[in-house]
């Protein structure tokens, strides 16, 4: 394999200096260019072919997946404390139903599985390019569960006094979940980019199922009577901080900033990465608790559905 530059040389040696990791860091040159984080992350990488039980410890250790590692896996204890907490607190204080304690239990599994996922695949992923897109395909699925669990609890809170619509969203719902746990088994899954960038058809079939979720949002406000609705109002701001977050997140992933202006200065620390799962994260944590804040409002207020149905086509709901 390649050695290290002299200016990567002397960051890792930097890195290993600072770091109480037991293990010996690599730099990206030393390495198969499929292991690396991006081209912009110099320093910082465990070595290959170890035991799972070596990169067990290694979450513990400094190295340019820690923060990777301990975002997503704070995530999914979150998530599991979320569920019941939700369960057993939030949800029988409004008497939710059978089907809401269904409903918000597979949305937060979703989210579980998404952050479990994740956090494995960033511990396991350095082992070899075999084992790294073994794990990468778990990664994905996760994304996917994660996905559809934010659309699934949107659905049924935007269509809560319209079963019928929301029974056709669900449909909907299950058909594009086939679709997108398809995506890992595809052969060219890591080949297909688009120009020399990091961007593959992979990412731009996520960019449209994220998309998806414009359409049910437009008819929810058009059911609500417009954007005046007072509910519509209320709750339409949600709806653009959850997509501001997700954008804010993949747009650290696609630019790869701040590495990409100074390389090797945000390697263990600081680098697109690390912004992209604090980002989903923070998504994922505000509209799981946003959307057990609406389905309680709407539990609270039993001439609620009636309301909405009955001026479903007028630009005000007098509650």
Same mark, same amino acid.
């Given at each position: ?10 960051? /890792? ?84 139903? =059978? ?23 960033? =511990?396991?992923?350095? &082992? ?81 199922? &994220? ?9 929810? /406000? ?39 202006? /100074? ?5 263990? =620390? ?50």
């Amino acid at each position: 394999m390649a050695k290290c530059t002299e200016y990567e040389s002397k960051k /890792i040696g930097a890195n290993c200096r600072s770091s109480r990791s037991k293990s010996r860091l690599l730099c990206k040159t030393q390495l198969e260019r499929e292991l690396w984080v991006n081209e912009f992350v110099y320093t910082g990488y465990r070595e290959p072919h170890l035991s799972k039980s070596a990169y067990l410890k290694s979450i513990i250790e400094w190295n340019n997946e820690t923060i990777n590692i301990w975002s997503h896996l704070f995530g999914f204890i979150y998530f599991l404390w979320f569920f019941y907490d939700a369960n057993i607190n939030s949800l029988p204080r409004f008497a939710a139903s =059978i089907s809401d304690h269904i409903v918000v239990s597979l949305c937060i599994i979703g989210a579980q599985i998404c952050m479990l996922l994740s956090a494995t695949y960033h =511990i396991f992923g350095s &082992a070899s390019v075999k084992e790294r897109r073994r794990w990468l395909r778990y990664d994905i699925f996760g994304i996917s569960a994660g996905l559809i669990s934010a659309y699934l609890s949107g659905i049924y809170l935007a269509f809560f006094c319209f079963e019928e619509w929301r029974t056709n969203y669900f449909t909907m719902l299950c058909g594009l979940f086939i679709f997108i746990t398809y995506l890992p088994s595809r052969s060219d899954l890591f080949d297909a980019k688009i120009y020399g960038s990091r961007i593959g058809y992979l990412h731009l079939a996520y960019i449209i199922v &994220a998309a998806f979720g414009i359409c049910p949002t437009i008819h929810w /406000i058009s059911l609500h009577g417009g954007s005046s609705n007072s509910h519509v109002m209320a709750w339409l701001p949600n709806v653009f901080v959850l997509y501001g977050l997700l954008g804010s997140g993949f747009t650290f992933y696609a630019t790869m900033i701040p590495e990409r202006f /100074i390389p090797g200065m945000f390697d263990v =620390i600081g680098c697109s990465h690390q912004w992209w799962h604090w980002l989903i994260l923070a998504a994922m944590i505000f509209w799981h608790r946003a959307g057990i804040e609406l389905l309680g409002m709407m539990r609270s207020m039993p001439e609620f559905c009636h309301h909405t149905t009955s001026s479903s086509n007028t630009s005000f709901i007098t509650y």
